[in-house]
């Protein structure tokens, strides 16, 4: 997606593409998957198995981290990652999650810009304070 000010002058004196005629009547759409995202059964085997090769990352504030945390994982707030880089391992996959998807997909483009390999959980996720967690998609919570 691109966003230029100026309007449709602008768009189309900056080369970008433009098309006119008749207005669809129907529009088909079809879902692809974000770059970056772990699949929900991919991140519980490998949050339930706490692989020595893979960090689980909670970047949820304080005071969320404070209900709990996933068994094994680091917390670092999404606010702090960039002070607290050397805290995670370079060379290991790192997983990312919080509270909505939101702040994991933020940190996820911070660390892969820096040479991490990592993937984000794009669901909710609640942590009980025993350890364990409860994934929904975005769609069950509307």
Known sequence: MKVLFGGLP?????GFR???GSTPQ????????LEGVVDTKEFIQVATARNADTILLDVRSDE????????GAVAI??????????????????LIYCASGVRAAMVYSLLKDRGFSAKYLDKIVTVQND???IIQDHSQNL
């Open 18 to 20: 433009t098309s006119m």
């Open 64 to 71: 969320e981290v404070v209900e709990g945390v996933v068994t």
């Open 77 to 94: 707030p999404a606010d702090e990652i960039m002070g607290r880089l050397a805290e995670i391992p370079n060379g290991k996959q790192v």
């Open 131 to 133: 350890g364990s967690f």
């Open 26 to 33: 129907t529009i088909a759409y079809t879902s692809t998957p």
């Open 10 to 14: 602008a768009w189309q004196k900056a």
